[in-house]
């Protein structure tokens, strides 16, 4: 039986819903992009509902659009991170991990079974806990988890569809890429389900964003993007605005979509209305896209046709209402970029690369893109999909003090080195101002959704 609470339609029904800048590194990409956040892209007309606004609100009075980290902001705690990494040498597990803002004191917090992959951490509003995707190994799809910032108490939240159901709603039903609201209230999460088209790479048949209740209760359906198209694609990676209004996602088309293997990012309001293409295919922006704590920026990476994990991407910022893309990142790239995401005082930003030849790190920058500074390195454990929370980090070891200092002389913190090392002294293969060239053929996979091998490449 299917379990499923709240406003929903069948998946097969057409019946509208009516509720529910980086210095001279900086590409402005011009008239042609300016505004295409207006226009809903090649998504079917029916799929944009007619009571759908094309506004956005406008930014809070402290915030000047194109500033990121406005003084309403300047105070706000940068804890610890969040971030995906693999366990083992074959990268066929994986699981969360928390570090430090200067990537120090690494835990893992998720204990996966082997071959299984924890993925898409995303933090609650206090930081006390992390939700996170749990594929399992067996069957492939996936599942929402929770786990205390300390790694305790991890459970799996209620899935939609019991142990029990047989219906086509729950045939292969998929749920991952968990988001809170800002008020911690909520999730919401992306879902696909029905039967695979084994012709095009076993891509499923629907595929939309929903949202409920942190403990699995009062679920809704969001968007319905893929209602009256099956086959046509997968939505994911949603994420909230500071004000709780909106909601950014990654629309990712299959062989048989139109455009055909190519993505997007994406804005619906958190009523289901003002559902509109943020991005242009061109870009191919895909992975979770981040609005910066003011309202005024949202972050996104873009990824190139080819294998798995190919370089040539890049991290861009646009604002709400689709106008003034830029690059934050060198353009065109020889390197590989993964999920990028804004510390809590919108000044910084966390991002993954890889190195050619190698795994992909954590790095830092400033919110304009310059003073890039390699957080770890870890390259084995491929670290990627990063987010920043306000959880506490903690103090450092004080250490002994010296008998022969002078009386006066108090105990120092013992930075850890990679707070402590200037750029100039960074590892040998990290950008002191600017990411360098990575990647290496033959990543492992980190698809979201059931796609084309071929466009398989984050």
């Known amino acids: 039986m299917t379990r499923i609470a709240g406003t929903r339609q069948s998946p097969t029904s057409g019946k509208a819903r009516t509720r529910a800048t980086a210095g001279a590194g900086l590409l402005l990409l011009g008239t042609l992009l300016t505004g295409c956040g207006a226009e809903p892209g090649d998504i079917p007309l029916s799929e944009i509902r007619p009571e759908s606004p094309t506004a956005t609100p406008d930014p809070t009075p402290s915030a000047t659009p194109g500033v990121v980290g406005a003084a309403a902001h300047a105070e706000t705690r940068n804890g610890l991170i969040v971030s995906r990494a693999y366990t083992d040498a074959a990268r066929t597990t994986s699981a969360i991990v928390t570090l430090g803002p200067d ?44 786990v205390t910032t300390g790694g305790d108490n991890a459970h799996q939240i209620s899935q939609l569809c019991d142990a029990a159901g047989g219906t ?153 209402d689709g106008t003034a893309i830029g690059a934050l990142t060198p353009a065109p790239s020889t390197a590989f970029y993964g999920a990028a995401a804004y510390a809590p005082d919108g000044k910084s930003i966390v991002f993954a690369q890889a190195p050619s030849g190698g795994g992909a790190d954590l790095y830092s920058m400033r919110a304009d893109g310059t003073g890039v500074t390699r957080l770890t390195n870890t390259a084995d454990k491929w670290l990627d999909r990063p987010s920043w929370g306000t959880a506490a ?66």
């Open 103 to 146: 990537g120090a004191d690494q835990h893992q917090i998720t204990q996966p079974p082997a071959r299984a992959r924890d993925d898409h951490p995303d933090w609650n509003p206090d930081g006390s806990a992390v939700a996170f995707d749990r594929t399992d190994p067996q069957s492939g799809t996936a599942r929402l988890w929770t």
């Open 168 to 320: 086509a709603d729950c045939a292969n039903e998929d749920e991952r890429a968990p988001a809170f609201s800002p008020d911690g209230k909520q999730l919401a999460f992306s879902r696909s389900w029905g039967a695979l088209d084994q012709a095009h790479n076993n891509q499923v048949q629907y595929s939309d964003l929903y949202l409920m209740s942190p403990d699995g209760t009062n679920v809704q359906r969001l968007t319905f993007l893929t209602n009256d198209k099956p086959y046509s694609g997968a939505v994911s990676n949603p994420s909230w605005s500071p004000d709780g209004k909106q909601l950014t996602f990654e629309y990712r088309t299959s062989a048989t979509g139109q455009p055909a293997n190519s993505r997007a990012v994406y804005v619906v309001g958190t009523d289901g209305t003002g559902l509109r293409q943020l991005t242009p295919w061109e870009l191919r922006a895909g992975d979770r896209a981040t609005w910066s704590p003011d309202g005024t920026q949202i972050l996104f990476t873009t990824y190139p046709v080819g294998p798995d994990n190919a370089p040539g991407g890049g991290i861009y910022t646009v604002h709400p």
């Open 393 to 458: 980090v903690a103090a450092a070891p004080a250490t002994p003090a010296d008998p022969s200092a002078p009386a006066s002389a108090a105990p120092s913190a013992a930075p850890s080195a990679a707070a402590s090392a200037p750029a100039s002294a960074a590892p040998s293969d990290a950008p002191t101002t600017e990411p360098k060239p990575a990647q290496a053929q033959g990543q492992p996979k980190t698809d979201d959704a059931q796609l084309p091998d071929e466009d398989d490449d984050n």
